[in-house]
């Protein structure tokens, strides 16, 4: 079979086959499922925001790893995300500030970066998870640590092992 250039994929970036994608649909329902019945409420942050405010949002992360364009209605500098959890800061800092705390939150949803690296080449991932804000003790990362081996188990990973190195947890 012949197979036009143009048809071809940029470097780290695939189809998600019937087989794969079905794949990829269960372990995102398992996991939310799980995270629903463990009083996380979902949230879904949109796939691009202004520039400024979302690297403001994700210091000591890569930046540098961000989609960036022009929005044409407001000619403002856009980034497509590259991590949703400062987004997910961002909505409990701001949409959901007046809830009560601690607040525990999920989402899911595709993530891309501009290169990938020597250990993992994928440029584009799904993303899941879950934060507990607003409780920053013992307790709190016990209940995140017993929440993701859960979701890893749904999700159908086996042979799970946690390293702990925060002197409160050990």
Do not use: K, W
Not at 34 to 53: N, S
Not at 139 to 153: F, M, P, T, W
């Amino acid at each position: 079979i012949m197979i036009d250039p143009a048809d071809l994929l940029p470097e780290g970036l695939e189809d998600r086959l019937p087989h794969s994608a079905a794949a990829a649909t269960r372990v995102e329902r398992a996991v939310l499922d799980l995270l629903d019945a463990h009083g996380y409420d979902r949230v879904r942050p949109p796939l691009v925001e202004f520039e400024p405010a979302m690297m403001r949002r994700m210091t000591g992360m890569h930046t540098r790893h961000m989609f960036r364009f022009v929005d044409p209605a407001s000619l403002r500098m856009l980034a497509l995300r590259s991590d949703m959890t400062p987004q997910v800061g961002r909505i409990a800092a701001t949409g959901l500030a007046d809830r009560a705390r601690p607040l525990r939150l999920c989402y899911a949803g595709q993530v891309a970066r501009m290169v990938g690296d020597m250990l993992d080449p994928r440029r584009e991932n799904l993303q899941l998870g879950a934060e507990l804000i607003g409780s920053d003790g013992v307790a709190a990362a016990g209940e995140i640590v017993e929440l993701a081996i859960a979701a890893l188990e749904a999700a159908g990973a086996t042979g799970i092992s946690v390293d702990f190195t925060l002197p409160d947890s050990v």
